[in-house]
């Protein structure tokens, strides 16, 4: 698919990596919808990326708001052939921690942002891919969800995190078979550590130490890295039902 004809919904795409596709794909003649609970961060984005983008308060984990979002989009857009879920929480603590076991209610939310936002936005794609036009190859569309490093070597304290993103890599294959016959591929990006605003506040020892554990380049993942990894991924169509690492080769330690 060429992104000039790419009409595509990006969750999270308020800021960080969610809005580098935004501005990658808009760049390229795209088209693109911005999921996102920050109201003031989706209004400074869309003025950034001027009539190509639009801006939709929507929680992904509610099934009613994602799929009325998604019609939205596609009535403004005139189309949609594309879903690239950024959205996701660290919801970071140890199963034992000092006061205590993790409360459920916390694991609950870390799973339901990560794993049932991701469930919630492809299904609701997919059910308005499958109307579209077949292109080469009978191509409808292309979902894209965001996993993680962590969901392969998580650390201690991301038990909740790695769950959420090892069920995203797990639920990819199926997805991508079932989805065959509507002519929709699903594809995960797992990225390593990169540079969001997750990472703005951290002391610089603390940078640089988690740049040194990256093999090569050592620094941390540059948001437009990312971006263009999911242009490739939109543009091959050859590219289905896998995950693709894109982390620098480090692997995570323990702690």
């Known amino acids: 698919m060429e992104l000039q004809h790419v009409r595509a919904v990006i969750t999270g795409g308020a800021s960080g990596l969610g809005l580098a596709v935004a501005r990658h794909l808009v760049a390229h003649g795209g088209k693109v919808a911005l999921f996102d609970v920050n109201e003031a961060r989706g209004a400074a984005a869309v ?7 639009g801006f939709h308060c929507v929680d992904v984990s509610n ?9 939205d989009a596609a009535t403004r857009m005139d189309g949609l052939n594309a879903a690239i879920s950024c959205a996701g929480i660290l919801g970071a ?12 209610s916390q694991f609950e939310t870390t799973v339901r942002v990560n794993l049932v936002g991701s469930f919630n936005v492809a299904k609701a794609a997919a059910a308005r891919m499958q109307h ?13 969800h965001t996993a993680s490093i962590a969901a392969f070597e998580g650390q201690i304290g991301q038990c909740a995190y790695s769950a959420s993103k090892g069920g995203v890599v797990s639920m990819t294959l199926p997805m991508a078979r079932e989805f065959a016959r509507i002519g929709v591929r699903v594809v995960t990006v ?12 951290m002391p610089p020892a603390v940078y640089e130490s988690l740049c040194a554990q990256v093999p090569y380049p050592s620094r941390l ?3 437009e890295e990312f971006a263009r990894t999911v242009a490739f991924v939109i543009d091959n169509r050859y590219i289905n039902g896998s995950t693709i690492r894109v982390d620098g080769a480090i692997r995570l330690q323990p702690k």
């Open 93 to 104: 603590g140890r199963v034992l921690g000092k006061e205590g076991p993790m409360p459920l």
């Open 63 to 71: 099934e009613a708001q994602v799929s009325a979002a998604m019609q």
């Open 221 to 223: 993942g540059k948001p």
């Open 190 to 201: 797992a990225p390593g550590v990169f540079h969001t605003p997750m990472v703005d506040g």
């Open 47 to 53: 003025a950034e990326l001027g009539e190509r983008g």
């Open 132 to 144: 579209n036009a077949p292109g080469e190859d009978a191509e409808r569309g292309v979902i894209i």
